[in-house]
């Protein structure tokens, strides 16, 4: 009895499986026995829970295991130590024969060489849940994958012969994984598909961002985190003809497909064909396979593919076609919503059917698309012929890991960069020879390097679903120029010899010096003050003799004397050139501190510096992507400790035992009036509060400070109210927002803040209305908008000269004993500002020494 209890039991299952596989691949076998469906190695239909990261890589090792269809590739790891993977599936001859299919796939790159793709399969990549809480596309990826190994189908073995597919089912696992736990985690049974339950509203920080909370969908370009490093390593081998890039948004829509808004503002480097002929050819198939399922959908209202960062537009910049799919969410199980339930599942099969439509559009035009590439990177080569630009130069000596950081991501881009092999003076800048770097535009990638020293003002648009300026040059506030000519230059750079020469420090029984130019200053002086070590820094200049030469040291240099140290001479020589081996910057020895110029090394202005211990507030309210550029900073760039605690946990927190308090973009509410007042005490005690964005608008409307904002000003005119078209309201009312552009400031080049910087006029990156009219007090306002701030990206008229002229930029406000320093902008976008991260790191070490006068 118990025997045929249990038969009952696997037959029903049996059941259960056969009808959840037929919602998705009905029609689409026979398939092989021999090769376990989703179902049967997970144990449950795809839909019913959201599988775990280790389990969707196990099972795509255990396809590669059993067929020779598929091969599986690791192309990277997370922050977490997960692994990041490619599942090759194609035709058995195709893969035993992959590495000459992918030779001549590349000589298509090869504008030199002619267009030979006769009997060339198309390369079609198919990449996954970059947003770790929109995991529809992962479970629709191992239906894909079992689909295309296992299916006898005649289209899908037609498919295999004429296409090699590249799997990535998770692009974002560590997100992924948050997500999954809580959904899996608070699904009920019966299920819930009331909107309100817990299921469907994660906690802060959501399962959208990576583990330092960053968006992946904004790094292809500027490939600061380990998924995108390894991605595009990964890419620039294979350079598909095919990216898609599935997505998911809000519960009440339905299924997006491209192409994009008709009046969206295009790449201005990008060849029209891409968002003409491409996009409209493909969109027949989406539509028609949609159709069949009855699947509602739209196209071309809204997203634009204007930032070349996300997974649907940097593949258009190498001659592919990159494809954005955005699904409905079910955030969760089953949710309700004004058109009925929306179940998982439900979201997977238009995921799973517009993926299809993608595989079945590539293969049936894949000598357009071939001929499309080559003819991609030929017109790349002409353009750049035609342009008077014949090469970029750049570079800035006093800060060569600065220098060195840019380098290596054009090179990540596989844009081919030269040292310097001669002095020029062009466009009133002077770059010389073994200090600077030479970048020529003729070369594959050509529109790479626009995107990267170009900027621009002209737009087919004014409102953006992300950033309107990308110029990679500002963002490392490098210094540069263009020519008309191909200066000579030395060997290619590559990743190998990008690298600076460790400097050993010749022991001193006086002192040490250590410049503060270079970006990894600070993080040596944070080893140096974290092994107990004294340091005081200049907050004045000086020159003076190291070993027969006269040297210049600028506002901000560390001086570490040998005596009165913990440490014993011979340990810290050894510590500081451990130091210089791990940062590689300069540091000198010196033998006296009386200088030929400037202060002497025991002078009042050589203040001496404590170790920070910073609290950053995080949760519920705070922008999760400002808080985790922090912590990333923190981490990868000072490898300095900092302490995240929640919003609703401040009052237990004993303020006395930090000196510094971070507080980036939020509401805040979770404090209450104590806790705003116990803040504003402490600040008063001599500590440091470091405020960004809104959270600057938040310190002035709680009067921490005594700072305002530039408001609209309001006249009688204003009364008189002009109707307007309520179609365009969407449209008229976003432009106003700054989105993302970049600015140029004047900076206070004598204020410890910018201790460290050379150039008086900096870029600055914003995307936020907050308007900081400048203080007051004279000596606060250490970084103000030039009266011509203008240099990449959109802004409406009124906001450049009513809001943004007018405006500060940094303000330095005295609170008691301590202060408040006001970030009008973000000084840590996306990771990847090395030009204004300078300024919040000697917001971190210097704060505590900066007066404001009165």
């Given at each position: ?69 598929a091969s ?12 990041l ?6 035709d ?27 009997d ?15 995991p ?31 799997i ?52 292809w370009?500027l ?17 598909p ?23 969206g ?16 050819t ?33 593949p ?9 799919f955005?699904?409905a ?23 799973f059917?517009?993926?299809l ?40 000596p ?37 200090q ?58 590559t ?58 040291f600028?506002?901000g240099t560390?001086?570490?004397?040998v ?13 500081l ?12 020895s010196?033998?006296t ?32 992507y ?7 900073l ?5 490898g ?73 000003k ?42 460290g ?7 600055v ?7 900081l ?5 004279p ?76």
């Open positions: 009895m118990k025997g045929l209890y249990t038969l009952l039991l696997l037959c029903i299952g049996c059941l259960s499986q056969i009808y959840s596989q037929d919602y998705f691949l009905k029609d689409k076998g026979p398939f092989d026995p021999d090769i376990p469906s989703p179902e049967t190695f997970l144990g449950y239909p795809i839909g019913s829970f959201h599988t775990r990261h280790d389990r969707i890589v196990s099972y795509m090792e255990k396809l590669a295991e059993l067929s020779d269809r599986i590739h690791q192309y990277g790891k997370t922050y977490e130590h997960r692994p993977i490619i599942l090759t599936i194609s058995t001859e195709h893969l035993e024969n992959l590495e000459a299919l992918q030779e001549r796939h590349l000589a298509l790159n090869d504008p030199r060489q002619p267009a030979a793709y006769e060339l399969p198309v390369f079609v990549n198919l990449g996954y849940n970059v947003h770790g809480n929109e529809s596309g992962a479970e629709a990826a191992m239906l894909t994958a079992y689909l295309l190994i296992a299916s006898q189908n005649p289209d899908i073995e037609n498919y295999r012969q004429n296409a090699v597919f590249f990535d089912p998770v692009i974002n696992p560590d997100g992924r994984d948050r997500h999954t736990s809580w959904v899996d985690m608070y699904q009920g049974n019966p299920i819930v598909s009331d909107p309100s339950d817990i299921e469907h509203n994660e906690a802060w920080p959501r399962g959208r961002t990576n583990h330092y909370w960053f968006d992946l969908n904004r790094d370009w490939a600061v985190h380990p998924e995108s490093r390894g991605k595009l390593n990964w890419y620039h081998q294979w350079y003809n095919v990216v898609t890039d599935f997505h998911e948004m809000g519960t009440g829509s339905t299924h997006f497909f491209e192409p994009m808004k008709t009046n503002s295009k790449d201005p480097v990008m060849p029209k064909e891409n968002y003409t002929t491409l996009n409209d493909f969109a027949r198939y989406f539509a028609e396979d949609l159709d069949k399922i009855g699947s509602l959908y739209f196209t071309k209202e809204v997203f634009d593919g204007t930032y070349p960062g996300y997974g649907s537009s940097y258009d910049l190498q001659g592919g076609l990159g494809l954005l955005e699904q969410s079910s955030r969760g199980h089953v949710q309700e919503t004004q058109m009925g339930d929306l179940t998982f599942a439900y979201t997977i099969r238009n995921q059917t517009s993926g439509a993608t595989i079945r559009a590539a293969v049936e035009n894949k000598d357009m698309l071939h001929e499309y590439q080559h003819n991609f990177f030929v017109t790349a080569s002409e353009n750049a012929k035609n342009s008077n630009i014949k090469a970029y130069i750049f570079g800035d006093r800060d060569q890991n600065r220098t060195k950081a840019f380098i290596e991501t054009l090179l990540l881009h596989r844009v081919k960069v030269y040292p310097l092999a001669e002095d020029i003076n062009e466009n009133n800048q002077s770059f010389k020879s073994g600077a770097y030479l970048v020529p535009t003729d070369q594959p990638q050509y529109r790479i390097i626009q995107n990267a020293f170009e900027t621009y003002d002209a737009y087919h648009d004014s409102v953006f679903y992300d950033a309107s300026a990308w110029s990679l040059v500002n963002f490392y506030n490098m210094p540069y120029t263009s020519t008309s000519h191909t200066p000579s230059s030395g060997e290619e750079i990743m190998e010899n990008n690298v600076i020469e460790a400097q050993r420090v010749e022991k001193s029984s006086y002192a040490y010096l250590i410049p503060w130019d270079d970006y990894f200053a600070p993080a040596a002086l944070y080893k140096l003050l974290d092994a107990g070590v004294k340091v005081t820094t200049a907050f004045k200049p000086f020159t003076t003799m190291v070993q027969g030469t006269e040297i210049d600028d506002y560390l001086i570490i004397p005596q009165k140290q913990k440490l014993d001479p011979d340990s810290l020589h050894q510590l050139n451990e130091t210089m081996e791990a940062f590689r910057i300069p540091a000198y010196v033998a501190g009386y200088h030929t110029k400037g202060v002497d090394l025991g002078s009042n202005s050589m203040r001496p510096l404590e170790k920070p211990k910073a609290l950053l507030l995080i949760g519920s309210g705070v922008s999760s400002e808080a985790g550029e922090v912590w990333h923190c981490d990868t760039k000072l300095m400790p900092i302490t995240k605690v929640n919003t609703d946990q401040f009052k237990r927190i004993d303020l006395t035992e930090y000196n510094t308090l971070i507080l980036v973009s939020g509401s805040y509410s979770a404090l209450d009036s104590p806790e705003v007042s116990s803040i504003k005490d402490w600040i008063g005690k001599g500590n440091t509060l470091i405020t960004t964005r809104n959270a600057c608008t938040w310190a002035i409307q709680k009067k921490i400070v005594a700072e305002k904002l530039i408001e609209d309001k006249n009688e005119q204003d009364s008189i109210v002009e109707r307007r078209q309520y179609v365009n309201a969407r449209e008229e009312i976003g432009r106003e927002q700054v989105g993302g552009a970049i600015f140029e400031v004047d900076l206070d080049l004598t204020h410890p803040l910018t201790f910087y050379h150039q008086k006029q900096i870029p990156y914003r995307n936020s209305t907050v308007w009219a400048p203080s007051k007090n000596y606060s306002t250490v970084a103000k908008y030039t009266t011509d701030p203008h240099l990449d990206g959109f802004i409406t008229e009124k906001n450049l000269n009513e809001f943004l002229k007018p405006s500060a930029s940094i303000i330095v406000s005295k609170v008691g004993q301590g202060r408040v320093i006001l970030f009008a902008d973000n000084p840590n976008f996306r990771g990847s500002w090395y030009g204004t991260n300078k300024l919040f790191f000697n917001a971190l070490f210097l704060g505590s020494h900066i007066t404001v006068p009165e």
